[in-house]
C-alpha cells in the first residue's frame, strides 16, 4: 500500500450504532487530519494530530471521537449519528514543520450515510 | 479569520480549450501559500498547483497555470489544452506559513467551496 489509505470506502449506520473509520499512512508523516466533505460546501477540518497529540479540534460534536495510536494511524469512532452527519470524511497527512511546504496527501475518503 | 471563495460552482469547456477557475481570498497575513487541488469522481484529491506568496512570478504546472495577483487577493488556475482526465472538482486553498495558534507548525489549510469542472468531448 502506498499513500493514504481509508476503510471502509463506504459505510451505512443507524443513528443507534457504532463504527469506526481507519486512516493509515504510508509516507512517514507526522500530522494526520480529518476533514468533513459535505455537499455544495466547503472540506471542514475535523481534528488535526501533529506527532500523534490531537492540536486542533474545531467545535465538533462529541459524537465524533477521534483517536490517533500512532503516526501511522488515525481512527473517528463514530456514535449515535444525526442524518446530517452524512458525508464524505477525508482523513489526510503531512510533514509537520515550520517554514515548509507541508502539502497534504489525501486518502479516497470514506462516503457515510446515516439513515 | 482567514477565507477563500470561489464564485464559480461549476464550469464547462471542450476538448483542447482552456478554461480559467477563480478564487479569491481574505487574510491580513503577508506569508502563506495558496494551493489548486483536484478531486476526481470517487478518487482521491490531489495537489495540481502551489504559489508561494513571496514569489512575484507565477507558478507552472504543465498545462496548469495560475494568474497570482497579491494585492487583489486573487489565485486563478488557467487550464490550457483541456483533456478529459481534467473533468474533477477543483478547490482552492490557503495556509498561513507561519505558525498556527499554539505555536504548533502543521499544515492547516482554508479550502473554497469547490469549483466542478466538466471537459466536453
Known amino acids: 500500500e502506498t499513500g493514504v489509505t481509508q476503510t471502509p470506502r463506504h459505510l451505512v449506520m443507524g443513528m443507534t450504532n457504532k463504527k469506526s473509520l481507519k486512516c493509515e499512512q504510508h509516507?512517514?508523516?507526522?500530522?494526520m487530519y480529518w476533514y468533513k466533505q459535505s455537499a455544495k460546501k466547503p472540506l471542514e477540518l475535523m481534528f488535526v494530530y501533529s506527532l500523534e497529540e490531537r492540536v486542533e479540534n474545531n467545535s465538533v460534536p462529541s459524537r465524533f471521537s477521534p483517536e490517533c495510536p500512532n503516526s501511522s494511524h488515525l481512527f473517528l469512532h463514530l456514535h449515535t449519528l444525526q442524518p446530517e452527519d452524512s458525508a464524505l470524511y477525508l482523513c489526510?497527512?503531512?510533514?509537520?514543520?515550520?517554514?515548509?511546504?507541508?502539502?497534504?496527501?489525501f486518502g479516497p475518503g470514506t462516503r457515510l450515510t446515516v439513515l | 479569520a482567514q477565507t477563500v471563495t470561489q464564485s464559480q460552482p461549476e464550469m464547462s469547456v471542450q476538448e483542447a480549450e482552456t478554461v480559467t477557475l477563480s478564487c479569491t481570498y481574505d487574510t491580513s497575513e503577508s506569508d502563506y501559500y495558496l494551493f489548486w487541488y483536484k478531486q476526481p469522481p470517487s478518487r482521491q484529491m490531489i495537489l495540481v498547483i502551489r504559489q508561494e506568496a513571496y514569489k512575484q512570478q507565477n507558478a507552472t504546472e504543465n498545462r496548469f497555470s495560475v494568474n497570482f495577483q497579491k494585492a487583489a487577493k486573487s489565485f486563478s488556475l488557467k487550464i490550457s489544452d483541456s483533456q478529459l482526465g481534467d473533468a474533477a472538482m477543483y478547490f482552492c486553498a490557503y495556509r498561513f506559513l507561519g505558525a498556527n495558534a499554539g505555536g504548533t507548525s502543521y499544515g492547516k489549510l482554508t479550502f473554497g467551496q469547490g469549483t466542478i469542472l466538466t471537459v466536453h468531448p
Open positions: 489526510a497527512s503531512s510533514q509537520d514543520g515550520f517554514l515548509t511546504y507541508n502539502e497534504q496527501f
Open positions: 509516507l512517514g508523516h507526522n500530522a
